[in-house]
């Protein structure tokens, strides 16, 4: 089964749905700008962008059942973790490292996105540990669902796990193992490696010997895709025939989002050593979010008076979220001691 033997999953998402995804996407992009200009200003101390990357990590989300199936994502998936349901306000409490942040109190880096509400899993500072984890975690609900643990009727039972990486981790053995696992085994398991032409300052002729990551899929016994990774809706259809094939017990597919990243690295990171300006402003007129307004607009399903409304909503939940964490209470120094482990029962 393939997308283009199929009507597109994409053609049957209706017009709220469509602007749904426009407006998360929006959304993280105003967010990821002010983020970074708070880090120029020196007002926080680290960020790492989805600049660029918005319609692989949106587009992905949508075709998944937002906070029922599993995610583990990666340092970059903002946007990503966004459309799941983490909130601009929690973004912000992490980044200044607020008492009481979602993630770990403030004692965690930013970008470390995760919540057991929504079944979005804290990855390791270690890239590609998401993918052995991710496998183990597909494995969970394959035997769950074998041994009668799982409801198949129960729309609230996890039913694939999906983890993101970029292609620089796929050089690491971890990668390799977690995906010879979800082969070996038919695991409901999905991986989007997001291209982005970089393993920070590497380009991807030096990081594999191969056209495309998916390419490697032949290796573990899974099919792989490779998809525009700047087209939202694209990226939506490949995601949705792998949900639909790992919910059939089809097992676990690789997918590979060609994409860009628009900003250095991290925060931290001189981009100019690597790539030329020309390069940059080349793929800023692939803009992704620029190219799914020009498409809703053309079919009608966004006006521009929308598109500017939209704007103006997006910068003033940005402006209310910052508001919020600059006001919000340090955490006490002593904090940093505790809360790493569950306490025993009975025990303090």
């Given at each position: 089964?393939?997308?283009?033997?199929?009507?597109?999953?994409?053609?049957?998402?209706?017009?709220?749905?469509?602007?749904?995804?426009?407006?998360?996407?929006?959304?993280?992009?105003?967010?990821?700008?002010?983020?970074?200009?708070?880090?120029?200003?020196?007002?926080?101390?680290?960020?790492?962008?989805?600049?660029?990357?918005?319609?692989?990590?949106?587009?992905?989300?949508?075709?998944?059942?937002?906070?029922?199936?599993?995610?583990?994502?990666?340092?970059?998936?903002?946007?990503?973790?966004?459309?799941?349901?983490?909130?601009?306000?929690?973004?912000?409490?992490?980044?200044?490292?607020?008492?009481?942040?979602?993630?770990?109190?403030?004692?965690?880096?930013?970008?470390?996105?995760?919540?057991?509400?929504?079944?979005?899993?804290?990855?390791?500072?270690?890239?590609?540990?998401?993918?052995?984890?991710?496998?183990?975690?597909?494995?969970?609900?394959?035997?769950?669902?074998?041994?009668?643990?799982?409801?198949?009727?129960?729309?609230?039972?996890?039913?694939?796990?999906?983890?993101?990486?970029?292609?620089?981790?796929?050089?690491?053995?971890?990668?390799?193992?977690?995906?010879?696992?979800?082969?070996?085994?038919?695991?409901?398991?999905?991986?989007?490696?997001?291209?982005?032409?970089?393993?920070?300052?590497?380009?991807?002729?030096?990081?594999?010997?191969?056209?495309?990551?998916?390419?490697?899929?032949?290796?573990?016994?899974?099919?792989?895709?490779?998809?525009?990774?700047?087209?939202v809706l694209?990226?939506?259809?490949?995601?949705?025939?792998?949900?639909?094939?790992?919910?059939?017990?089809?097992?676990?597919?690789?997918?590979?989002?060609?994409?860009?990243?628009?900003?250095?690295?991290?925060?931290?990171?001189?981009?100019?050593?690597?790539?030329?300006r020309e390069?940059?402003?080349?793929?800023?007129?692939?803009?992704?979010?620029?190219?799914?307004?020009?498409?809703?607009?053309?079919?009608?399903?966004?006006?521009?008076?929308?598109?500017?409304?939209?704007?103006?909503?997006?910068?003033?939940?940005?402006?209310?979220?910052q508001a919020?964490?600059?006001?919000?209470?340090?955490?006490?120094?002593?904090?940093?001691?505790?809360?790493?482990?569950?306490?025993?029962?009975?025990?303090?």
């Amino acid at each position: 089964m393939t997308t283009d033997a199929l009507v597109r999953a994409s053609s049957r998402l209706d017009e709220q749905t469509l602007l749904s995804i426009y407006w998360t996407m929006l959304l993280s992009r105003r967010l990821d700008e002010r983020a970074w200009a708070l880090h120029r200003q020196g007002k926080i101390h680290f960020h790492i962008s989805a600049m660029g990357q918005e319609a692989a990590q949106v587009g992905a989300a949508f075709a998944i059942q937002r906070g029922v199936d599993y995610v583990n994502p990666y340092y970059r998936d903002l946007a990503l973790s966004i459309a799941i349901g983490i909130t601009p306000l929690d973004i912000m409490m992490s980044l200044y490292a607020k008492q009481g942040e979602y993630s770990s109190g403030g004692r965690q880096m930013p970008a470390h996105f995760n919540s057991r509400r929504l079944n979005l899993v804290g990855g390791s500072s270690v890239v590609a540990t998401q993918v052995p984890q991710t496998a183990g975690l597909a494995f969970a609900i394959k035997y769950r669902q074998k041994t009668g643990l799982a409801d198949p009727a129960d729309p609230t039972q996890p039913r694939v796990a999906l983890t993101c990486l970029g292609e620089g981790s796929t050089s690491q053995g971890e990668w390799h193992e977690g995906m010879n696992w979800a082969g070996v085994h038919r695991l409901p398991m999905i991986c989007l490696v997001q291209n982005n032409a970089y393993a920070i300052s590497v380009p991807v002729d030096s990081q594999m010997a191969v056209a495309n990551v998916a390419d490697r899929a032949a290796g573990y016994g899974i099919p792989g895709v490779v998809v525009d990774g700047n087209d939202v809706l694209a990226v939506y259809d490949a995601v949705r025939e792998a949900v639909e094939r790992a919910y059939a017990g089809e097992g676990a597919t690789l997918i590979e989002a060609k994409t860009y990243r628009l900003t250095p690295h991290s925060s931290d990171d001189d981009d100019r050593s690597y790539r030329t300006r020309e390069e940059v402003e080349l793929w800023k007129g692939r803009d992704p979010i620029l190219r799914f307004r020009q498409h809703l607009q053309a079919e009608g399903v966004l006006s521009p008076e929308q598109a500017e409304d939209c704007d103006r909503r997006a910068r003033a939940e940005v402006d209310s979220a910052q508001a919020a964490a600059e006001a919000a209470p340090d955490p006490e120094p002593e904090e940093a001691l505790g809360a790493v482990y569950a306490p025993a029962e009975g025990g303090s």
